[in-house]
């Protein structure tokens, strides 16, 4: 069975820094991308940014130039530097892996205060 479980987040000013990581198990088979996905009260779901097997990233525009994403591709690991974080950042950050479909973490929450 898959499992994805993130860690890294938290609570932090505005203009501050965080580094997500997530780390898959249970993984036989080759991942296509391993990306972040946030969701904020009362909003839907989205992507943050997604790092290929190749190495290819792609990012939400709100978030380029201050969020970096990177894999350890031998781990089946992810991760998520987040630098300048701005209030409008605060949601729960999922992990997710992609084969066919989607596997998610169960998500970890990350507040900016103003």
């Known amino acids: 069975q898959v499992h994805l479980v993130e860690s890294g987040g938290g609570l932090v000013q505005a203009g501050g820094s965080l580094r997500l990581s997530c780390a898959a198990s249970?993984?036989?088979?080759?991942?296509?991308?391993m990306g972040w996905y946030r969701q904020a009260p009362g909003k839907q779901r989205e992507l943050v940014a997604e790092?290929?097997?190749?190495?290819?990233?792609n990012y939400a525009d709100s978030v380029k130039g201050r969020f970096t994403i990177s894999s350890d591709n031998a781990r089946k690991a992810v991760y998520l530097q987040m630098n300048n974080l701005e209030p409008e950042d605060t949601a729960v950050y999922y992990c997710?892996?992609?084969?066919?479909?989607?596997?998610w973490g169960q998500g970890t929450q990350v507040t900016v205060s103003s």
């Open positions: 997710t892996a992609r084969y066919n479909r989607y596997y």
């Open positions: 790092i290929s097997s190749g190495g290819r990233t």
């Open positions: 249970g993984i036989t088979f080759s991942i296509n991308a």
